[in-house]
């Protein structure tokens, strides 16, 4: 999976010289999905190149957006069907007629309901991205952003519990805030050839919760509350470097713990994976 998303992020960075991006005019495009008495909300986001806002609807509504796009290219596809009790969403930005990527200067702003359980499904190419999930209800949250800059944040407890976060990152950077928040049972981190700083500080609510970090050639941070139970698994070599902070000793060979790890109420199991990049663990305040 790694090797693939290198493999697509390089063949972008060789086709970004030649792109241009014509200026054009803009249009506003408003698309409101009304309330549907639903147990879960299947939601899948394709965006190419743009400014995207996620955030919370404060009305009655499944969805409210609103798009600036260019009118050399076709509108934004937004669709919404249900079956039974599951409704599925489907939003997309647009080619021109002849397959060119959406411009640079479209804006995306996405707000969803706080009432229903969500399954957020994100895939962006390059694109700035502030990403507040606080008070959306998150079953299950995937994220792939190729050359994208993106801050996701968690300002409050989930009130659902969140299976799995999958976050892909290709060559960008990634800050993640409040993961503590997020109520997750795993989160899989790819990180290419970018930088990502996961900060799990929050309110835990799940007793054991599991970190798995692959990192090819970029980097990642991950900063963890001191009164959090912590456990790592690495093999490290001469070409990566993976950096603990001083108060997770080593256990036997390949395994490290803090000092807290039996004795915590709340304990993380990191999978640490590095080829060329590095991987920084902290323990902060």
Known sequence: ML??????????????????????????????????DLENLE??????????????????NLLEANVRYDTDYDEPKISFRKSGKTGYLIIESR????????????????????????????????????LDMTALKLTDLEIAGGLSNIELTFDEPNQERLDEINLEIGLGNFTAIGLGNANFGKLNLECGLGSATLELDGKWKVDEAEL????????????????????????????????LDRSIIEVRDGLYRNGNWDSAPHRLTIDAEVGLGSIEVEIVD
């Open 3 to 36: 090797k693939r998303k290198l493999l697509t992020i390089i063949s972008l960075l060789l086709i970004l010289p030649v792109l241009t991006f014509a200026r054009s005019d803009f249009e506003n495009f408003q698309k409101t999905i009304p309330y549907e």
């Open 43 to 60: 939601i899948e986001i394709e965006i190419g190149i743009a400014e995207l806002t996620i955030g919370q609807v404060e009305g009655n």
């Open 212 to 243: 798995n970090l692959e990192v090819g050639l970029g980097s990642a941070t991950v900063k963890i509350p001191e009164d959090l139970g912590v456990e790592v698994y690495s093999q490290s070599n001469f070409l990566s470097e993976v950096d």
């Open 95 to 130: 080619s021109d007629k002849d397959g060119e990527l959406n411009t640079e200067d479209e804006r995306w702003e996405l707000l969803f309901t706080t009432k229903i359980p969500l399954n957020l499904q994100i895939d962006i190419g390059l694109v700035e991205g502030q």
